[in-house]
């Protein structure tokens, strides 16, 4: 069973909330995007129970390096500037 939505994919996991004990969802990105790109770093995927009980795995962890975010600047500044052409 999966739900899409614009912004992340759900997935239902054989992970057990620590709270409820019910199965939770694995949660993780559609798209990685510039917001995740200028963070230090982002979890490709995490997971939500419906009590709102949410983990994060430090193995889920991606360390961005700066030439990644660096280059995603240049590529915004120069599609900035060809837009106001």
């Given at each position: 069973m999966s739900k899409q939505s614009n912004k992340n994919i759900y997935?239902?996991?054989?992970?057990?909330?620590?709270?409820?004990?019910?199965?939770?969802?694995c949660v993780s990105?559609?798209?990685i995007k510039a917001k995740q790109l200028r963070q230090p770093f982002y979890y490709s995927q995490w997971y939500k129970c419906t009590c709102g009980?949410?983990?994060?795995?430090e193995e889920d962890k991606v360390w961005n390096d700066g030439t990644v975010v660096e280059a995603q600047k240049q590529e915004e500044e120069q599609l900035s500037f060809?837009?106001?052409?």
């Open positions: 997935t239902l996991s054989d992970m057990e909330c620590r709270k409820c004990k019910n199965k939770m969802m990105h559609k798209e009980w949410m983990l994060n795995l060809l837009n106001q052409i």
